[in-house]
């Protein structure tokens, strides 16, 4: 049996990439990895649907069992892949895709080199802050931080096999879907 594919997805906070992922999940098959988290969940979120949610002892536990694939800090918090369930789907010929910070995408790309890697880019920082904004889950202060590591992940977008930019979500599912079958094709 042919094996699946990972495609890891990365892009500043705010970008949309769960937006853009769980559109493109609804009309195209994949397994989307849940993360792990030690930060708090936000209004709505459930333990094990949207992230698995750990305090950081939990969480080191993990990393000393080799439970991650990767993990990595980001604004003082733990975010890791658990490795399990992708192992699994890839062997059963089902694509996975990864939803993480540029950190872990790349630790990914060492560890599984036919990992294929997509940055979403915002049309511009000015957009990204209105994004931001708009969502209304941080303060001012927060919302200045995550632009500022935004510039830096930004810096690594040249890292990826693909960029593309999320001027709006449509068109960003239509050229996600384009890379993903276009990679499905190859071998």
């Keep these: 049996m042919k094996k699946g594919k990972l495609f890891v997805i990365s892009g500043p906070s705010g970008v949309?990439?769960?937006?853009?992922?769980?559109?493109?999940?609804?009309e195209n098959d994949a397994h989307l990895s849940v993360?792990?988290?030690?930060?708090?969940?936000?209004?709505?979120?459930?333990?094990g649907i949207h992230y698995y949610f750990y305090t950081n002892e939990e969480f080191e536990?993990?990393?000393?069992?080799?439970?991650?694939?990767?993990?990595?800090?980001?604004?003082?918090?733990?975010?890791?892949?658990?490795?399990s369930k992708i192992e699994e789907k890839l062997n059963e010929?089902?694509?996975v895709?990864?939803?993480?910070?540029?950190?872990?995408?790349?630790k990914v790309k060492e560890l599984i080199k036919e990992s294929?890697?997509?940055?979403?880019?915002?049309?511009?920082?000015?957009?990204?802050?209105?994004?931001?904004?708009?969502?209304n889950l941080d303060s001012d202060e927060m919302i200045q931080n995550r632009l500022k590591i935004a510039e830096e992940e930004i810096k690594e977008a040249g890292f990826y096999d693909y960029v593309l930019v999320n001027k709006d979500v449509k068109g960003a599912?239509?050229?996600?879907?384009?890379?993903?079958?276009?990679?499905?094709e190859k071998d």
């Design 97 to 106: 895709i990864l939803v993480i910070e540029v950190q872990g995408a790349k």
């Design 16 to 26: 949309g990439k769960d937006t853009i992922v769980n559109e493109y999940l609804k």
């Design 173 to 184: 599912v239509n050229k996600l879907k384009m890379i993903i079958d276009e990679e499905n």
């Design 35 to 47: 993360s792990a988290t030690t930060r708090n969940p936000r209004e709505g979120e459930i333990h």
């Design 116 to 135: 294929v890697l997509i940055f979403i880019l915002p049309p511009s920082i000015e957009e990204l802050e209105e994004r931001l904004k708009v969502r």
């Design 61 to 83: 536990d993990r990393i000393k069992k080799g439970d991650f694939l990767e993990y990595a800090t980001y604004n003082n918090c733990y975010y890791g892949t658990p490795k």
């Design 93 to 95: 010929g089902i694509n």
